[in-house]
């Protein structure tokens, strides 16, 4: 049973690009969350998906967009990159039939803006 | 806004030793995970605690919660090397339109020294 899969591994960017990661939830789940983990800190919220919507977004710049497919696999976009965004990105799912299970994360994207 | 406050930040101990890493939280919530990450590794889930008063057991660590105080504490007893990760916690919370968020603590680097 494959878990939350996430690609690519790692990614280089100049200021100013864009850049798309991918996520594959784990089997059986419908809800995908996205977050940003800088460098020695607590991963944060970026948004969450679910039936192809966003349903709940945290304090990121419209520049962070995403997007959820009928398979529940999921983007992440990002535009007009800045230094600031070299980060560790790592999606986490869920099912909302188990509303008390903890989210399952993938081994993240590293992404390093140049 | 939500905060989720971990202390210590950094926590180096014997072998051996007992020690507690707490988790203090500025909301209303009954729900809160314990995660763990091995050094360029994704999250792991180590606990969900669903309610006040909650404790859960897993090897040396033991965490509990209290929503009244709004703390939830993680207590590692004999420390052995393996456990040496950092720890976060993360509060669970959701608005009044249903949408649920994970808001993640600052982290706990714990080092283990033989």
């Known amino acids: 049973d494959a878990g939350v899969t996430q690609s690519p591994t790692h990614l280089i960017k100049t200021r100013g690009q864009q850049v798309t990661l991918r996520c594959s939830p784990k089997?059986?789940?419908?809800?995908v969350s996205w977050y940003q983990q800088a460098l020695g800190q607590g991963p944060q919220f970026i948004f969450q998906y679910y039936e192809e919507e966003e349903r709940q977004r945290g304090n990121f710049p419209d520049r962070f967009s995403g997007h959820q497919f009928p398979n529940y696999s999921s983007e992440l976009n990002v535009n007009a990159l800045l230094l600031g965004d070299s980060a560790l990105y790592l999606c986490?799912?869920?099912?909302?039939?188990?509303?008390?299970?903890?989210?399952?994360f993938g081994d993240g994207t590293r992404l390093s803006i140049l | 806004e939500l905060k989720v406050e971990q202390n210590p930040l950094f926590l180096s101990m014997q072998e051996g030793k007992n020690y507690t890493i707490y988790c203090n939280y500025s909301t209303t919530s009954d729900r809160l995970y314990w995660y763990r990450q091995d050094p360029g590794k994704s999250l792991e889930s180590l606990f969900v605690?669903?309610?006040?008063?909650a404790v859960k057991q897993e090897g040396r660590l033991m965490a509990s919660l209290d929503t009244k105080a709004r703390l939830s504490t993680l207590h590692i007893t004999a420390a052995v090397h393996d456990l040496s990760a950092t720890y976060f916690c993360?509060?669970?919370?959701?608005?009044?339109?249903?949408?649920?968020?994970?808001?993640f603590g600052t982290g706990t680097r714990l080092t283990i020294i033989p």
């Open positions: 993360a509060v669970y919370t959701i608005s009044n339109f249903g949408n649920e968020k994970l808001t």
């Open positions: 089997s059986g789940h419908d809800t």
């Open positions: 605690l669903l309610s006040n008063g």
């Open positions: 986490a799912s869920s099912s909302t039939g188990q509303p008390y299970q903890p989210q399952h």
